[in-house]
């Protein structure tokens, strides 16, 4: 596969969050505005790039048996990294996702990436790859967030966008409008790639 | 045998790589992280004296007053708005324990010990509902109120507080913090007023 | 006693970790097909969290901040994590044949699992003493573990329904979801200062 290929599979086909259903938690706790929604998708994306092209770089290295531990403090010195220079540089940003942040940690996006193709794949292919499932999952997040901050808010990224007399219905910025968002967003994926398939 | 120790060799390789390269980023960001959160307070103490902002000759001052008369030493900071040697306002932070977990609120204090207003620093309530003590419409009802002529309960326990509307927990929190502040200050006003003429280094911006 | 009590009431069912905090998704979705493996899975994940919130507390004083090492927080705990889970599946191994065949195939997911290395960051974030930690913990589990079960017993009874096909799975588990957040929701506002 070229390396468009491998970028684009992550964007609709193999899209980490409504296809493969991984790394949920941040998807639905950070949602609550297109801001938030936008600087997760970035911190995930720079931890899934540097995470794979380590992996990819060292997967002659680094023995079977200790795959999984050495995956680990990869990604978490990669998390942690990104923690930092986003407390330094964008506080605010870092105040809003909290403890999500250090969670990247856990996300099954990173940890399935680096299994699943980085330890088994050229450094190149696992840059368009990384790059794939981070747009993927940014847009991902972009869309529930918007939606849910139009509906719960009025406002798009701050910006009041429904006219005046709308009544934001506050439900969807509420935890379970991010149940209620996703599990109707995922309804829609599953009825459009029914559509293209038959 | 060999396998063990290539294993443990290469773990051991992978970790310091690890360690190194976060002490060098921890050391990098170190001092812009405190530089954000010194600021953050700076910036909330300036959007609580509005009326100061930008006038000639104002400088900020900051001190640690201890309490220890009474024994357990508890020490708060305050940050003082000087002209020339006149104390215009005094700020502190307040922090109290919300829906969600902490709120800091800095209150700031001019003349007649009355609010001249109140910044949310931190919070982490729900959003749509506690989060709203964060907009305008609420934090602004506490200027001008002070100890003496305000009831410092919620409208509809008789008081003259407007409660944000589902989130009688944040607003009950917010009111109480800010209250409890309020009454620190004029217990210890004399001490805190002492400080104030005495600290002369204006604090960087 | 009181604040101790707010605390584990809270973390049950008002701040649930699921339906409020988003911690711990993919086991509530992956393994709560029905109610017994549900059930395997909450009780692994009360242990696992009660374990590893006094052992990080107990690092992150004695380690992380007594050698001021702070910023290797989440590096140490996801790694403190992962080999608290193998010694625990490794212990119950030789001691408890019955336990193993009940957590067996659950404990090893634990690892990844967000709401434990969660559990362990508002620990600390939250300036918990060592009892307030175990309770927090212990509350933590449990709330997991009630909402994973009512998730189950509702799809059990679900799987005899006709749902539309772009709704199978997935996409129905997270407007269950949706409905249990919502009953949840009723809690708020359980305790005023």
């Not at chain 1, 936008?38 to 995930?44: C, P, R, T």
């Not at chain 1, 940690?105 to 680096?114: F, H, L, P, S």
């Not at chain 3, 989440?74 to 193998?86: G, H, P, S």
């Amino acid at each position: 596969m070229g390396f468009g290929a491998e970028f684009y599979k992550g964007i609709f086909k193999e899209n980490p969050s409504f296809r493969l259903v991984l790394g949920i938690c941040p998807t639905l706790a950070v949602t609550t505005s297109v801001e938030n929604a936008i600087g997760m998708g970035l911190a995930a994306t720079f931890v899934l790039l540097g995470s794979n092209i380590f992996i990819a770089l060292l997967r002659n290295f680094i023995p079977d048996k200790v795959r999984i531990p050495s995956f680990i403090v990869i990604i978490s010195t990669f998390v942690t990294i990104t923690d930092l220079v986003m407390a330094a540089y964008a506080p605010d940003l870092h105040n809003a996702l909290g403890i999500f942040i250090p969670l990247i940690v856990v996300n099954c996006i990173i940890m399935g990436r680096a299994e699943a193709f980085a330890s088994k794949s050229s450094t190149g292919a696992s840059i368009a790859d990384a790059f794939g499932m981070g747009t993927g999952f940014t847009l991902a997040l972009i869309l529930i967030g918007s939606s849910r901050e139009l509906i719960g808010n009025g406002t798009l990224l701050g910006f009041p966008i429904l006219f005046s007399s709308f009544k934001p219905a506050v439900i969807m910025i509420l935890p379970p409008g991010a149940f209620l968002t996703m599990g109707l967003l995922l309804g829609l994926f599953n009825y459009i790639s029914r559509k293209r398939s038959s | 045998m060999r396998e063990l120790c290539r294993l443990a060799i290469v773990l051991t390789i992978i970790c310091c790589g690890a360690a190194l390269s976060l002490a060098y980023v921890y050391n990098l960001t170190k001092g812009p992280i405190a530089y954000q959160q010194r600021l953050k307070k700076i910036r909330a103490v300036n959007a609580v004296f509005p009326q100061h902002e930008g006038t000639q000759g104002v400088q900020m001052v900051d001190s640690l007053y201890c309490d220890d008369e009474s024994g357990t030493a508890s020490c708060r900071q305050f940050y003082f708005i000087k002209q020339d040697r006149e104390v215009l306002g005094t700020a502190f932070e307040v922090a109290t324990s919300g829906y969600g977990g902490t709120i800091e609120i800095m209150v700031g204090v001019s003349g007649e010990a009355a609010i001249s207003g109140i910044k949310i620093i931190n919070h982490s309530e729900t959003p749509g509902l506690g989060a709203n003590i964060t907009k305008e419409q609420f934090y602004q009802q506490f200027t001008v109120k002070n100890l003496t002529d305000t009831k410092w309960d919620l409208r509809k326990d008789g008081g003259d507080i407007d409660q944000v509307s589902g989130a009688t927990i944040s607003s009950i929190a917010v009111m109480q913090a800010v209250h409890e502040g309020l009454v620190f200050f004029s217990d210890h006003e004399d001490g805190i007023m002492e400080k104030a003429v005495r600290v002369e280094q204006p604090v960087e911006s | 006693m009181e604040q101790l009590f707010i605390i584990f009431f809270s973390v049950v069912v008002i701040n649930n970790f699921i339906l409020a905090k988003f911690l711990g998704l993919c086991p509530f979705f992956g393994v709560s097909r029905e109610l017994k493996s549900a059930t395997s899975m909450g009780l692994a994940v009360i242990f696992v969290m009660t374990i590893a919130s006094i052992v990080t507390w107990f690092i992150n004083r004695y380690v992380l901040i007594a050698y001021q090492v702070e910023f290797l927080q989440t590096i140490v705990f996801i790694l403190v994590i992962a080999a608290l889970v193998q010694l625990v599946e490794l212990f119950i191994a030789k001691t408890s044949p019955m336990l193993q065949r009940v957590l067996g195939i659950y404990l090893p997911l634990i690892t990844t699992n967000c709401a434990v290395l969660g559990v362990c960051l508002l620990n600390i974030k939250d300036d918990y003493n060592l009892i307030e930690t175990i309770i927090h913990g212990l509350g933590a589990g449990l709330g997991f573990t009630l909402a994973i079960c009512i998730m189950a017993g509702i799809r059990e009874r679900l799987s005899v329904c006709r749902v539309p096909p772009s709704m199978q799975g997935f996409p129905l588990s997270f407007v269950i979801g949706c409905l249990m957040a919502l009953s949840f929701f009723g809690f708020q506002g359980f305790f005023t200062h």
